[in-house]
């Protein structure tokens, strides 16, 4: 059964929230990469739990919008369900697993496997929005070194990981560079999805709700990612591995023991895109 | 019919999104626009956008022959303060206003610090005509290849904002607004060049 909470405001939050969380999402567009501070107002879920890129969908969302919120991939998993509950409930729009059907689509450590398209938003929840926060933890600091694009710290970290382990030894939120100006965080997605930010043709917004930073990269802007010549980037490589349930290569996929025979398998990381890829095998099938 | 203080400021924001993620983008504002119903010296979608942006929190400016009752009545209906040229967050230019007062407010304007380079203005400017066209094309984040439009703002705007601009993450962000509700916005990221049409 559907309740819409009429006690609260259309998405939850007041007017004033919003505007100030809006004036931050457009400084962020105009400042590709750049963290721009933002109040962050308190949530109904904890900080640490998707607050800032809730935070950007409510301020986003219209009676219009078509929802979709993944957590790892995963439409169904314990933080994306009550993510959506929140949204569904304060605002009564409707809400889609499929990646082509959302106008916002609010992602926890993913890219969809299905291209987005230039009708859509894509919001990213960050944990951590600072890339230099590993070895300086002073904030005033790291913004200096922003202002300055002083990023020596930023190459050192990986030159540091590639002599002591051979390679870059990040798995995921792999520093990129924004329009050649800002190094950003492109939040804990899998180095697989880094390619996806660069000239994307939906606009990407990211918001760090206990960290209090939105920031973005808008349709069509260059994000490479942080890479030396002799050691290039390497996205996680799942050659010759396809999915067990749905057969698919060349995508983001789980490693996973099956208990009985101890043997290890692999399946897609993005559900909606496994479903929708047996769902149509079905369909072929029974025609 | 009312302007919806939640739902039209809504979708008026979301158009403020998609022009100023991907400049070059025309939207239209007057489905919003026709629902304002108060009656002053500025365009209805100026409201909207004052309304979409403004409260109690933020500065403006107002550069107009009618400064006064603009200014009176933003802060009325927002709440936010006015004040100088060189220190509002939003600065209103209203069609009355001169080239030459276009060019002092575009040099005045505060274009934020390396350290905050948020903390600059945005430039509400209100035009003739803001449409598709060959006169200006327009490169930069946000867009493919290139875009085309025209604007009918005359004066020496575009070198004296490429000069303001000149040292990026600095600058100041533009959005233009015609008698016809379209908006256009060119953020500090976007180069302009005069096209010479042989």
Not at chain 1, 99 to 126: C, D, F, M, N
Not at chain 2, 26 to 41: G, W
């Amino acid at each position: 059964m559907m309740t819409t909470a009429t006690a609260y405001n259309f998405a939850f939050f007041d007017e004033g929230s919003k505007r100030e969380i809006r004036r931050a999402t457009l400084k962020a567009i105009s400042i590709p990469g750049y963290q721009v501070p933002f109040a962050s107002r308190e949530m109904p879920i904890a900080r640490g739990w998707g607050t800032g890129g809730l935070q950007l969908t409510l301020s986003l969302v219209g009676k219009n919008d078509t929802m979709k919120v993944i957590d790892q991939g995963a439409d169904e998993s314990v933080n994306a369900v009550n993510i959506k509950k929140l949204i569904e409930n304060t605002t009564g729009i409707g809400k889609t697993d499929e990646t082509s059907e959302a106008t916002i689509i609010q992602s926890r450590h993913r890219i969809p496997e299905v291209p987005l398209t230039k009708g859509q938003i894509l919001v990213l929840q960050v944990p951590l929005p600072e890339p230099l926060r590993a070895f300086e933890a002073s904030e005033l600091e790291t913004k200096k070194l922003h202002a300055e694009k002083e990023y020596s710290g930023a190459w050192l970290m990986l030159f540091e990981q590639i002599m002591k382990y051979g390679n870059m030894a990040t798995d995921a939120d792999h520093p990129v560079m924004v329009e050649n100006r800002y190094v950003m965080a492109p939040s804990p997605i899998p180095r697989f999805d880094n390619p996806k930010m660069n000239h994307s043709d939906a606009l990407i917004l990211l918001g760090a709700g206990r960290e209090k930073k939105v920031y973005a990269v808008p349709p069509y802007t260059r994000v490479v990612s942080l890479a030396f010549q002799d050691h290039p980037f390497e996205p996680e490589s799942f050659e010759g591995e396809s999915c067990k349930v749905c057969g698919a290569n060349s995508v983001f996929m789980d490693e996973l023991v099956e208990e009985e025979s101890g043997e290890t398998y692999y399946q897609c990381n993005d559900t909606s895109y496994c479903i929708e890829r047996l769902n149509q095998a079905q369909e072929e099938g029974a025609l | 019919m009312q302007l919806d203080l939640v739902h039209d400021v809504q979708s008026a924001y979301r158009m403020l999104i998609d022009s100023m993620s991907r400049p070059g983008m025309i939207s239209n504002l007057s489905e919003e626009a026709r629902k304002v119903d108060f009656q002053t010296e500025c365009s209805n979608s100026l409201i909207v956008i004052a309304l979409t942006l403004l409260d109690t929190e933020v500065t403006f400016k107002v550069i107009s022959e009618h400064e006064a009752e603009v200014t009176q009545f933003i802060n009325q209906l927002t709440y936010a303060k006015s004040t100088t040229a060189d220190q509002a967050d939003y600065i209103f230019i209203l069609q009355d206003a001169t080239d030459e007062q276009l060019q002092k407010t575009i040099q005045m304007a505060k274009h934020g610090d390396l350290v905050n380079p948020q903390e600059s203005a945005t430039l509400i400017i209100e035009v003739d005509e803001v449409t598709a066209g060959r006169e200006l094309m327009l490169r930069g984040p946000g867009i493919r290849t290139e875009e085309y439009v025209h604007i009918s703002a005359t004066g020496d705007w575009i070198d004296l904002r490429a000069e303001k601009n000149g040292d990026f993450p600095l600058g100041i962000d533009l959005l233009f607004i015609d008698l016809n509700h379209n908006l256009l916005a060119i953020p500090r990221t976007t180069q302009v060049m005069k096209q010479v049409i042989k």
